[in-house]
Structures are given as structure tokens and as C-alpha cells.
């Protein structure tokens, strides 16, 4: 039996890895072919940004009530029907002729992501025990994988003739293998992470650092989805570079963030999340900062690069962070505070299509500026409250595990006890 079920956390795994990618390369696939779809629905920048929003509300609605759906329905039909969701309003998008069409599409491919999401993190941080951050940095590097591939694949693509509807026909179809995938295996729901002396409290759901956690994501998932979804406009528009060149650069943000997460799911055992949270945010602002301000092309890429290296390890940090401080109520807090990323990706980047509508582009990618900034406050801020949230204990500090201290899988089979 043990070995069975070290089998199964290994192909769930390896599943998660698969989803992040294709989730990955389809998010990113919007923003990069942006100057396409502008002229081919013959829309303005605040309706564009007004498609991203509503993919962001569908998403925020499917998240905040991912947990109680994962504990009745289980995980497996979370996870198969909630990529089929996906696939499907990626795949209908480019079946749209109209850009309220496509954002019916998109709002569609929210609700899929967001449950997903959930579900995922939940899963991985379960599987994880005290190496939670390194199994979530590896199974969501392969989302930078993913977003790495998807920007330069279609941008190319599409440079040379093919058709933008191709494209997200494609992308569909990736997610619906992967669904497929998801729907053939036993991998049920684990309501809690492995018992360890390192997970002995547990902080209030409701709570100041809980709050932080939550603007944390949304003011991340704003700023790195944003960056990411009009990094091809601000560099055709503002830098005068074509269209490939443009892929190249977004591809190159989202390297940056794969390298920084496979860096750290062999090192970030070694210091806590906090401080390794506060350290990234830094690093990303700086980055983006020195982008927007150089003049040549090149040296702005290769800033976006670095700013995407600095948001590698910002979402997984909270997440475990989360997970350690409620570790009896995993999938209740991931929810929250993916709410809050979620939220985030409503707000941000409409004020940001708006400024850029009224403003300008460069106004628009300064707001993002203004963005990492708060990101920076906010990590401060998590900094502080940890140390209260645990009453003054290290007991919540993840100590650096040794060989064997991976938790145990959740139940995979018929038996278990865990609910869905």
C-alpha cells in the first residue's frame, strides 16, 4: 500500500507540473497577441483591459468557493472539470468575432483557472510537509515554463501568417489533455498537511497577517499578470520593436520567473518565507524601475527579466506561508488568500487599462511601478505580523528538513477518509 501511494503522489505531481505549464502558456497567449486582437475586434485599450477583467471576476468567484466545492466533489472532479472549463474558453475565444464574445470566453476560462488553483495549491502544499515551498516552486516553475514557451511560440507564430484563431484553438486543446489526465487518476482531496512539531500552532483565519497575505497576492497577481499581459504593447508602441521581438522580451519575463523558482525549490528550505518574500519584492521593483528608465531596448528586456526573477518565488512564499500558520485548514486559507490574488486581478489591471487610456502607456506601466512598491510595504509588514501571529513562538518557523521528512501522500484509494 505504501508504495501505491507513493505512486500516486508522484504522478499527481508530475499532473501539476503538466497543468501549470499549459496554464501557463495559455494565460500568457492574450497579452502577447494584444496588438492582434486590438485591431481585429477594432477595440480601445480600457476594453481590453475590461476582457482581462472579467476572466480575473470569474476567477475570484471560482476561488472563494473552491474549498467547500473541493470538499464535496473531491479533487479529481475539481481538477478534470475545472480544466475542462479552462480549454474550453480559451478554445471558444478564438471562435469569437466580437471582443464582448471574447470576453464571455475568458469569463468562462476563469471560472475553470480559479477552482483549479485552489485545488492545486492545496494538493502540492499537502503533499509538500515542511518542504511545501520547494514542491510548490517546482510544480509552479513549470507555469514559468509554460508562459516562457507560450509568448514566443505564438507571437511567431503569428508573425508568420498563421492565424491568431489557430493559436487559441491550440491552447484549448492543451488544457483538455490535461484535464483528461486529471480525470483518470484516484488523487483525492487531503484535508490537512502532515502532522510535524514545525506546524504545532495554528494563527486565526481572520487576522492582520492574513489581511497582508491576501493584498500581498492581489497586489502581485495585478503587477506580474499585468506587466506580463502588456509587456508586448509597451515595447511595440513605446520602444518601437515589431511584434517578435516583442514576444522575445515577455518570453524572457517569464524565464526569469522559471529560473528563479527551479533556483529555489533546491534553496528556499533555507531561509523562512518571510524574509525570502521581502527579499524578492525588492529585487522585482528595482528591477522594473531600471527597465522603464533605460533608453535601450535590449538593457530593458533584460531588466524585465530580472523584475520577472524577482516575482519567481513571491507566490509560492505566501502560499506556504499560509499553509504553515493553518496547517489544520489548508484549502480554507489558500482560498482566501488566492481571493485576494484574484481581486487583485480585477482591480489592478483595469485602473491600469484606464490610466494608459487616459494617460498613456508609460503612465500605465509607471502604476505598476506604484504596484511592486506596495509589495514591498506589504512584505515589510508580513515580516512584522508573523512574529505575532505565532504569539512571539519559533515554533512556526520552518526548520531545514532532513532526508525523509516529506509528508506522507494524501489517500488515493477507495478508503480514504478524507471528504470528496
Not at 507571437?155 to 491550440?170: E, K, L, T
Request: hydrophobic letters at 55%; glycine letters at 14%; aromatic letters at 8%.
Amino acid at each position: 500500500m505504501h508504495r501505491e501511494r507513493e505512486l500516486s503522489a508522484s504522478v499527481g505531481v508530475i499532473l501539476a507540473s503538466a497543468t501549470f505549464a499549459a496554464v501557463g502558456g495559455c494565460l500568457t497567449v492574450p497579452g502577447t497577441l494584444l496588438p492582434v486582437l486590438v485591431d481585429a475586434f477594432g477595440i480601445r485599450l480600457v476594453e481590453a483591459g475590461s476582457m482581462f477583467a472579467l476572466q480575473a471576476v470569474a476567477y475570484v468567484l471560482s476561488v472563494a468557493t473552491a474549498a467547500p466545492v473541493i470538499q464535496r466533489c473531491g479533487m479529481r472532479a475539481v481538477l478534470s472539470i475545472g480544466m475542462l472549463g479552462f480549454a474550453a474558453g480559451f478554445a471558444g475565444f478564438g471562435m469569437m468575432t466580437t471582443w464582448w464574445g471574447g470576453a464571455t470566453m475568458l469569463f468562462i476560462s476563469g471560472l475553470g483557472f480559479g477552482a483549479v488553483e485552489v485545488a492545486l495549491n492545496t494538493l502540492v502544499v499537502a503533499l509538500g510537509g515542511e518542504r511545501r515551498a520547494n514542491l510548490l516552486n517546482l510544480t509552479q516553475f513549470f507555469f514559468a515554463v509554460g508562459a516562457f514557451i507560450g509568448p514566443a511560440a505564438a507571437a511567431r507564430v503569428v508573425a508568420g501568417g498563421v492565424s491568431w484563431r489557430v493559436v487559441f484553438g491550440v491552447a484549448g486543446g492543451l488544457a483538455a489533455a490535461v484535464a483528461l489526465g486529471w480525470g483518470l487518476q484516484p488523487i483525492r482531496h487531503a484535508a490537512r498537511v502532515a502532522d510535524s512539531p514545525a506546524l504545532a500552532k495554528t494563527a486565526p483565519l481572520r487576522s492582520k497577517l492574513t489581511i497582508a497575505m491576501a493584498l500581498m497576492l492581489a497586489a502581485y497577481v495585478g503587477a506580474e499578470m499585468g506587466i506580463g499581459g502588456w509587456l508586448s504593447k509597451y515595447m511595440v508602441e513605446i520602444r518601437g520593436v515589431d511584434l517578435s521581438y516583442a514576444g522575445t522580451a515577455v518570453s524572457l519575463y517569464w524565464m526569469g520567473l522559471a529560473v528563479g523558482r527551479l533556483l529555489l525549490t533546491a534553496t528556499s528550505q533555507y531561509v523562512t518565507e518571510e524574509r525570502l518574500v521581502l527579499g524578492l519584492t525588492i529585487g522585482a521593483a528595482g528591477a522594473f524601475a531600471l527597465g522603464l528608465a533605460v533608453h535601450q531596448p535590449a538593457l530593458a528586456v533584460a531588466a524585465f527579466a530580472l523584475t520577472g526573477f524577482g516575482f519567481s518565488g513571491i507566490f509560492p512564499g505566501v502560499i506556504a506561508l499560509a499553509g504553515r500558520y493553518h496547517p489544520q485548514n489548508v484549502a480554507g486559507i489558500t482560498s482566501v488568500v488566492i481571493t485576494g490574488a484574484g481581486l487583485g486581478g480585477i482591480v489592478i489591471p483595469w485602473v491600469m487599462s484606464a490610466v494608459a487610456d487616459g494617460f498613456g502607456l508609460v503612465a500605465g506601466m509607471g502604476f505598476y511601478l506604484l504596484m511592486c512598491g506596495v509589495m514591498v510595504v506589504l512584505a515589510v509588514a508580513i515580516n512584522v505580523l508573523g512574529p505575532v501571529a505565532s504569539g512571539g513562538s519559533e515554533v512556526l518557523a520552518p526548520a531545514v528538513p532532513g532526508a525523509g521528512t516529506m509528508a506522507q501522500p494524501p489517500h488515493t484509494d477507495g478508503k480514504s477518509k478524507s471528504s470528496g
